[in-house]
Every structure is written in structure tokens, then in C-alpha cells.
């Protein structure tokens, strides 16, 4: 009863307040529509306050665009009626109003009041709402008794203007010329005039007339932005000069302001305008974008309303002096709070007068893109292409309304947002058709009509349910609508359109893309394409000369106009990112035209037919030996498998573990990556461990035929190296001959080899002779040589016989013997003196005349010593080769001896290496998705994926390791950069 008690008293201030404000309005009135202030007063306190008056049904039954306040209606309704009124204003230096003319406010006072009444408090609501006041508000008008002032009842009270000059009701259409699309205007700039079009520009340019703010609220797609740019650009007096600025999540009070002060001028000390005899308007656009801060208060929206306050803000640079702004207005639009939208202060919002957008009718829909493709059709297409025009767009509508009802967005669907945006996507797809491709079969028109509607509304979606709920609903409608099945329609197995196959074509051709490989060829050619940005003064420069050109007024504002028209017509920006966690949802809250304004493409995992064919690209130049071509394709299938069987059990994952594990693109050319990489370094370390191993082997398999070659020489040497041994020690020492004249059996020693050694130097010989001492000739020396001197064969004659040059060596003896024995007796030997002297200068005359003959003995004598030398050598290098022999075979000896063990290991090792080497393929392919697929799984599940890892390799037959852990062989641990720390750190 206390709530109820405190709800009635609530709604009696609420009803006082609204009669003061009336009773006030009224008095404002001139006398022309005086007589009529009673019956405005009636319908005022019959409609508006009280339980059951319109401004409670609103607020409790209906649901309006964006929620307003009392009072903020009932002033729109006051501020709508002076907008009419400003037709029969007259300034001092205009006549006054004419008899007729008074006559004719009088008469058009009350429909004007109606009106206003219809468009303020009964214009906030959308199309449900709209419905039952109309109906709601006829009853009201029959029961009160002003119906004979209400719209016609053919259609809705929404559907009527009154007409001031007239003095009648007209649906709105037949207030403008009728009007054709030009199929030569950019998409972006077509606008086609309906009845939701006309009354909101209508309301739109009456209240701006008046200076009234004007915030223009509706769903996305309800052509807010483009009834405001149309009006604000083209339709305005000169001496209005626009400013367009759009708020987002980001947008600060700072930069809203300074934006706004960049424009202005000053007028006066502490006075700023726009230049002198302009007025500006700015246009405000996603006003409820900006963020709340802690007590929701919104920076930009706040400086805004100082200014509507207050009539300025305060400079922010010392001395901080206020800046009053003045000949400016506002008009603003937003959509309604919710996917980043919030709501805005009221203390904001009564400054406005609200014209709600609400959602257009299937009708107004139906006639918009009807009348923008018939223009094309007509011009460049065949009759049976021009009759397929309702139909498909029918289809179109349809599949539009299906598809915002069924695909609702949820948590994880946050980007399933639909408006009018997207079927306008795919009428401005459809509207890039080839005529000469079309032909004159409609089928060519409806395929292309279902890619632009995949591209548009498929690709968003994000699940193979979606998907194929989607494509099941659009082959039905376009049974329901043309008659014509999907498989009959499409018979590729991908439906492709692009404009960028045929190179330099001016202006690209949109056709169907049936050769895959050409495609796939262009998009690798384009891979290094750019683009560049410039700076504002490089912009301005740029587009001066061309509106110049082209007769265009060149400002700051038109110059700026005309880049965004290019740059909407020219460039086109790519955003990518991840789903993953809140950030994807938050960034669509904050930044709404990134699903209102773009056209989504949501990639899921990629098919089999790309994975492959990405493999293939990664792999082609790969070397994988014999049978290269099959082992890659094997290769190819395994890396598929590893990739599907991951996110296979990723999604078991999720259920057991209840944790995620994304499987993305990126993991698979990672796996791709990791693959090259390894088989490359595992290749070759193998290969190097091989090599050494089977180097190893050749060695020891040389050494022991080698050291059964030396045994051999060794023992052949043994011998011969004994025999020649001997022969040298017999050259260098006398021998021990048995004495002719002795006993039997008793040997003397043969000095004639040892002489031949002093015969060696033929001149030092002979010196020796000449410069003997003879006398002081030895005793010993005597009594050794008398033996000889007995000797009846050692006489000068004898010897002659055999040796001239020994005959001399012969005489020279004697005459030393004779000389000593002369010379031990001196006296008895002086007469003997002259007798010795003379037989020695014949002795040595003799001498002389044998060095003729010494010549030969030289000769001999070298020969024999080049003999001796080589026998000598002989030896040595025989000795050498007995000791290099023996080393070697007890070096041999040692290495067979110390490795003979290994070598059956390293036969062991390389044949393992060998088939290694054939394995190490598949051993990669394993190691490589163990690296780039295992790291988030628990051990249980990553054993599970090297089984089935292993098993499908062994059924594809591709070569790998068998043995368990799936572990590539010989691969050395990665080393941790990182110094290892103690556990008490």
C-alpha cells in the first residue's frame, strides 16, 4: 500500500508538471491559433497525463527506442509545433501575414498539433509500439472528439504528413518528386527516398530550422548516419557549415574539445565562433560511446552538455579563460544501450528533441534495393536476368529477418549482430555481376546472389551447425522465391566470385573463379602488395587539384569529405583477431562498428583440401630421396592427420580435463616448420655419425689385410736383410785367409780390401808417399813389411807383371826398407847413399809415370766405392724397413686388438644408422607434432596421440622408428639457455 501510495503521488507531480508546462506553452501562442487553445488544452490533459494517459502506456506497456524522460517528450511535442509554426513567422522588414493566410494557420493548427503529437510523444516507440497507438490513439480521438483532426485511416498516423500549404493530410512519398537510381552512383552514395527516409529527414529539417537539437536515436542499420550526412552535406543553407565527428569507447572530453575549438574563430575577447556570418552545425555521431568512468560519467558528454549549460567550457591552458561558443548546434545520433552503447545523463538528453529511427518495414526494404538494382539491370542485363529482380530481393528480405530471429548472439557468438548493413552487402555484391558472364540464364544471377549472401552472412558464422543450418535455410527460400533448387543453381564444388584474376582490367571484373590453381597463383603474387599512408597536408595537396578539376568549392571540410569518399570507395582495411577470452567480446562492446560496418569472416578449421594443399606448397621443394614424390605424399598425409586427430581430441579435452587447448593455423605451419627444420639437422647428423662410424670400419677392415701384407714382407725381408748385413761387415774389415806358406789351417790377415779404402783418395795417397817420414820409420813398421820383402813374388819384376802402379807402391817399399837400413848404419851406408837416391829418383820417376795410369785406378776405385755406398745403403734402408715394418705391425696389432670388439658394435650401429636414415621421416613427422601440438596436454592424452600418431603412419606404410618412446633416434637434447638454479633459489 506504501509503494502503491508513493506511485500515485509520484504520478500526480508527474501530472501537475506536465499541465504547467502545457499552460505555459500555450501562453506562448500568438493570436492567429488562439481560438484553438482550449482544444489544444483538452487533448492535452485527455492524451497525455495521468494512469491511462500516453505518456504512462509508454513508459509501462511499450518499449521505445532509447528511454526518455517526461518532460523531454512533452518539450519535443512544444518544440516540433514551433518548427511548423516558423512558416508563418514574419521578420519587421516581410509583410504581414495575408488574411488567407491566417486563415489558413486557424485551419492547420490542430493537424499541426496532432502531428507534433504523433512525432514527439508517440514517436520514441518502435514499430510494435507505433502499432497500437495508432490504434490506440484513434479510440482516444473518437472518444475526445477531435478525430475530424486526425490522418486518414487508410494507414497509420505514421504514414501522414499535414501539408501547410495544402491543408491536408498526405502520405509522406507523395510530398517528393519520384526519383531513379543512377546505376553510375557509387554504392556507398545511393540513397532511395521511402517513407521512413522522407519524415525523419522532414522532422529532421524542421527542428533544425527552429535551433533545435536534434538527436537522431535507432537501431544500427535504420540509416541514421546516412539521412544526417545526406541532409547536413548537401541540403543546407551556405551559410551553414557542417562538422562530423564520431565518438568511440576511446573518445576523451580533451579531444572532443579540441576538436571543436580547432574549428572556431574569434569573434570577440572570449567569444568564438565559426566564421563570421556562418553558422556551424556539428554532427555527433555514436554519442553513448564513450566510456563510464567510476560514477558513470561520461568526459565528452560532459563537455558537451557545459556547453549546453553554460554556453562554452573553459580554455585548459593558464589563465584557464572561459570560451564562450556561440552560433553552433548540435545534432547527434546513437543507438539504443547495450553492445558497448551506454546510457547517457538525462541532464544530457532534455537538451534534444528526439526523432526515433525504428526499424524499416519488409516493404520499405523490399522497395529500397528493388530500386537500386533495376537501374543496373535494366541498363546492362538481358529481360530474363531483369525479371529475376523481386524474387531474389524477396529472398534476400526474407533471409535477412530468418537470420537476425534464429542466429541470436550469446557469450560466445557476441558478433551475431545483424542489420541492414549486411543485405546491403550483398545487393552491392550482386550489383558487380559481368553482364557478358550473366548472359541470359538467371541461374548465373541467383549463384552469384548465394555467394554474396555466404560471404556476407555464412562466413560470420562460426560452427558447421550454424553453418549448415544456414545453408539448408537459404536453398529453401531460394526454391520458395525463384523455383530454382541450390544444386541446380550451383554445380562447382566451391562457389568463388573475385575481381582479381584478370590483371589491369579497368574497371575489374567480378566473375565466378572456377581454376583453383590460377587463383591460388594471383594470391601469392599479390602476397607483396602494401599499403601507404599519408600525412593531412600531403592529403590536401593531393585532393586540391582534382576538386578543382572537377568544379568543386576546395575548404578544409569539403577536402576532408571528398578523401573519405575515396578513401570509402579505394582502400579497404583488413583487421584480424582472435575470439579467444573476453578481449574479442570487449572490443565489440567498445567499438560496435566493427560488426556494423564490416563485413566478418570468421575462419574455423581449416578443411582438408587446404591442409593438404598447404603442405604440399611447405614441402614441394623438399628432397625426401627415392620415391620422393610418394613418401611426400605420405609425408602430407600424416601432418593432416596429426593436425585433425589434435583437434579431434582437444574437443575431449574440454570435457574430461575441462581445459581448452586451441588448435589454430598457426600450429599447423608450425608443425610444417618444425618438420623442414629437423629432418635437415637429423639428416645430417645421422648421415655425419654414419660416416665416421663406416670410416671406422674401412680402417680396421685396410689395417688387417694390410698387416697380413706386411707379415709376409717382414718375413721375406728377414733374409735378405741378414745376407746384405753381412755382405757390408765383409766390405769394411780385412779378411782372415788361410796362409799359403804356413801349416795347415793358419790364417793371416788380407789387408787388400782395407788398401782398396785407402786407394779411396788417390791424392791424399800419394801425398802420404811423398811426405812420408822416412827418417823416422818405426821398427815395428819394418819388421812387418821384411816378411814381404822376402817374398821372392814381391819384386819389382814379379809385381810388374801383375800391377805398373803396384810396381812403383813396390819400389817405393823397398827403397823405405833400404833407406832404414842404409840409415842404421851411416857411414858404412854413405857410399850406399848416392846409390839409394839415385834408385829412389828413378823410383820416383817411375811414380810420375805412373799417375798417367792412376787415372784408371780411380775409376775402380770409385766404382768400387759407389759399390761399397750401395751395399752400405742397402743395409740401412733394409734395417729401416725391418723396424717401420715391425712398428707397423705392432701398431696394428694394438688397433685391431683394442677395436676387433667394436667392430661387429659399429656394423651393428651403422646398419641401424642406415635405416635410420629411411625412418627419420616419419620419426620427424612425430617429433615435429609432439613440438608443436603436446605441450598443453597431460601426459595420458599426449600418449594417446603418439599411438594414434604411430598408427596411422603404419597403415599409410610411411617409414619410421618402431621402438617405443616415440622419441626421434640421436636426437640431441635442446640445450637451456638459461643457467640452471639451485632449488633454494
Not at 85 to 92: C, D, G, P, Q, T
Request: glycine share 6%.
Amino acid at each position: 500500500e506504501e509503494a502503491a501510495y508513493l506511485r500515485l503521488l509520484g504520478e500526480e507531480a508527474s501530472y501537475l508538471r506536465l499541465l504547467g508546462e502545457e499552460a505555459a506553452y500555450l501562453r506562448l501562442l500568438g493570436e492567429m491559433i488562439g481560438s484553438h487553445k482550449e482544444e489544444m488544452g483538452k487533448i492535452f490533459t485527455g492524451i497525455l497525463p495521468g494512469l491511462e494517459g500516453l505518456v504512462f502506456k509508454v513508459r509501462k506497456f511499450l518499449k521505445e527506442v532509447v528511454v526518455t524522460v517526461d518532460n523531454c517528450l512533452v518539450m519535443g511535442l512544444f518544440k516540433i509545433m514551433d518548427s511548423l509554426l516558423v512558416a508563418y513567422n514574419r521578420r519587421e522588414d516581410q509583410d504581414p501575414l495575408s488574411e488567407e493566410e491566417m486563415n489558413g494557420a486557424r485551419t492547420a493548427a490542430m493537424p499541426m498539433y496532432i502531428f507534433s503529437l504523433i512525432w514527439s510523444v508517440g514517436g520514441s516507440v518502435g514499430d510494435a509500439g507505433r502499432a497500437e497507438i495508432n490504434t490506440w490513439l484513434r479510440a482516444k480521438a473518437s472518444e475526445l472528439g477531435f478525430d475530424k483532426h486526425m490522418p486518414p485511416s487508410e494507414l497509420t498516423i505514421y504514414d501522414y504528413c499535414y501539408n501547410q500549404q495544402e491543408l491536408a493530410w498526405q502520405d509522406w512519398m507523395s510530398t517528393i518528386p519520384s526519383s531513379k537510381v543512377d546505376s553510375e552512383t557509387p554504392f556507398s552514395e545511393i540513397i532511395v527516398q521511402t517513407t521512413d527516409t522522407v519524415r525523419y529527414t522532414f522532422l529532421l529539417d524542421r527542428l533544425m530550422m527552429k535551433n533545435h537539437h536534434v538527436l537522431c536515436v535507432g537501431d544500427t542499420g535504420t540509416g541514421k548516419t546516412l539521412t544526417i550526412n545526406e541532409k547536413l552535406s548537401k541540403n543546407m543553407a551556405p551559410e551553414w557549415v557542417p562538422v562530423f565527428m564520431t565518438f568511440s569507447a576511446r573518445t576523451g572530453a580533451n579531444q572532443t574539445q579540441d576538436l571543436i575549438d580547432s574549428k572556431m574563430d574569434k569573434r570577440r575577447k572570449g567569444v568564438f565562433g565559426p566564421p563570421s556570418g556562418n553558422k556551424m552545425v556539428i554532427y555527433v555521431d555514436d554519442v553513448n560511446m564513450p566510456m563510464r568512468e567510476k560514477y558513470f560519467a561520461q568526459p565528452p558528454i560532459e563537455i558537451l552538455r557545459q556547453w549546453m549549460d553554460h554556453s562554452g567550457w573553459y580554455d585548459r591552458k593558464p589563465p584557464c579563460a572561459f570560451r564562450q561558443l556561440v552560433d553552433i548546434q548540435f545534432v547527434g545520433a546513437m543507438g539504443p544501450p547495450g553492445g558497448g552503447r551506454n546510457p547517457v545523463s538525462n541532464r544530457f538528453l532534455r537538451h534534444f528533441s528526439f526523432v526515433a529511427f525504428a526499424d524499416l518495414s519488409d516493404d520499405s526494404i523490399q522497395r529500397i534495393f528493388e530500386s537500386i538494382l533495376v537501374a543496373t539491370l535494366q541498363k546492362k542485363f538481358s529481360p530474363q536476368i531483369q525479371d529475376m529482380n523481386t524474387p531474389m530481393v524477396g529472398a534476400a528480405v526474407e533471409l535477412y529477418n530468418i537470420i537476425r530471429k534464429e542466429m541470436l548472439p550469446t557469450p560466445a557468438k557476441s558478433h551475431y549482430t545483424f542489420n541492414l548493413r549486411d543485405p546491403a552487402r550483398v545487393m552491392q555484391g550482386v550489383l558487380r555481376a559481368d553482364p557478358k558472364e550473366m548472359g541470359k540464364e538467371p541461374k548465373e544471377l541467383l549463384a552469384l546472389w548465394m555467394h554474396e549472401s555466404t560471404r556476407v552472412f555464412g562466413d560470420r558464422l562460426i560452427n558447421n551447425e550454424d553453418r549448415d543450418w544456414f545453408q539448408t535455410t537459404m536453398g529453401s527460400i531460394l526454391k520458395q522465391r525463384t523455383g530454382e533448387s541450390k544444386e541446380n543453381v550451383v554445380k562447382e564444388e566451391r562457389l568463388l566470385y573475385g575481381d582479381f584474376l584478370i590483371a589491369g582490367a579497368d574497371p575489374k571484373i567480378y566473375n565466378k573463379i572456377t581454376n583453383m590453381d590460377n587463383l591460388k597463383k594471383v594470391v601469392e603474387e599479390g602476397l607483396d602488395d602494401y599499403n601507404s599512408t599519408e600525412d593531412i597536408e600531403t592529403i590536401s595537396n593531393a585532393c586540391r587539384p582534382v576538386m578543382q578539376a572537377a568544379g568543386m568549392v576546395v575548404t578544409k571540410m569539403t577536402i576532408m569529405t571528398f578523401f573519405v569518399s575515396r578513401v570509402r570507395s579505394m582502400l579497404h582495411i583488413v583487421l584480424a583477431m582472435s575470439p579467444i577470452g573476453d578481449a574479442f567480446r570487449q572490443r565489440l562492446r567498445m567499438f560496435p562498428s566493427l560488426v556494423n560496418c564490416c563485413t566478418i569472416d570468421w575462419f574455423s578449421e581449416w578443411p582438408m583440401d587446404a591442409l593438404n594443399s598447404v603442405a604440399n606448397t611447405f614441402l614441394g621443394d623438399t628432397d625426401f630421396g627415392e620415391n620422393s614424390d610418394k613418401l611426400q605424399s605420405l609425408v602430407v598425409r600424416s601432418c593432416v592427420f596429426v593436425h585433425q586427430s589434435v583437434e579431434r581430441i582437444s574437443k575431449r579435452y574440454i570435457e574430461e580435463a575441462r581445459r581448452y587447448n586451441y588448435v589454430t593455423p598457426t600450429s599447423y605451419l608450425e608443425l610444417l616448420t618444425t618438420f623442414l627444420k629437423l629432418l635437415e639437422t637429423k639428416r645430417e647428423e645421422l648421415k655425419t655419425m654414419r660416416h665416421r662410424l663406416q670410416v671406422g670400419l674401412d680402417k680396421l677392415n685396410t689395417t688387417a689385410s694390410e698387416v697380413a701384407v706386411m707379415e709376409k714382407e717382414l718375413v721375406d725381408l728377414q733374409p735378405v736383410l741378414k745376407k746384405t748385413a753381412v755382405e757390408v761387415e765383409e766390405l769394411m774389415k780385412p779378411k782372415m785367409v788361410a796362409d799359403p806358406n804356413g801349416k795347415p789351417g793358419a790364417k793371416i790377415a788380407d789387408y787388400w780390401e782395407a788398401s782398396v779404402k785407402m786407394l779411396a783418395d788417390p791424392t791424399g795417397f800419394l801425398d802420404s808417399l811423398m811426405t812420408y817420414d822416412k827418417d823416422n820409420i818405426p821398427a815395428d813398421v819394418i819388421k812387418k813389411i821384411e816378411p814381404y820383402l822376402q817374398r821372392e813374388d814381391f819384386t819389382p819384376e814379379a809385381i810388374a807383371k801383375v800391377s805398373k802402379a803396384c810396381t812403383s807402391i813396390c819400389m817405393w817399399a823397398g827403397a823405405m826398407h833400404t833407406y832404414y837400413m842404409v840409415s842404421i848404419g851411416v857411414a858404412p851406408k854413405r857410399a850406399k847413399l848416392a846409390e839409394a837416391q839415385a834408385t829412389l829418383d828413378v823410383t820416383m820417376e817411375q811414380l810420375s809415370t805412373a799417375k798417367a795410369k792412376l787415372k784408371g785406378v780411380e775409376d775402380k776405385l770409385a766404382e768400387l766405392q759407389a759399390g761399397f755406398e750401395a751395399a752400405n745403403q742397402k743395409k740401412i734402408d733394409l734395417a729401416n724397413q725391418v723396424q717401420r715394418c715391425s712398428l707397423q705391425l705392432e701398431n696394428a696389432g694394438k688397433l685391431i686388438g683394442g677395436l676387433g670388439g667394436e667392430k661387429k658394435r659399429w656394423e651393428e650401429t651403422v646398419e641401424e644408422l642406415t635405416g635410420s636414415l629411411v625412418n627419420v621421416i616419419g620419426d620427424v613427422v612425430l617429433s615435429s607434432g609432439v613440438i608443436a601440438y603436446s605441450g598443453p596436454f597431460t601426459p595420458v592424452f599426449r600418449a594417446e596421440l603418439n599411438d594414434q600418431w604411430r598408427d596411422e603412419m603404419s597403415q599409410l606404410q610411411l617409414p619410421h622408428t618402431k621402438a617405443s618412446p616415440p622419441t626421434l633416434p640421436h636426437l640431441t637434447p635442446p640445450q637451456c639457455p638459461y643457467p640452471a638454479r639451485s632449488r633454494q633459489a
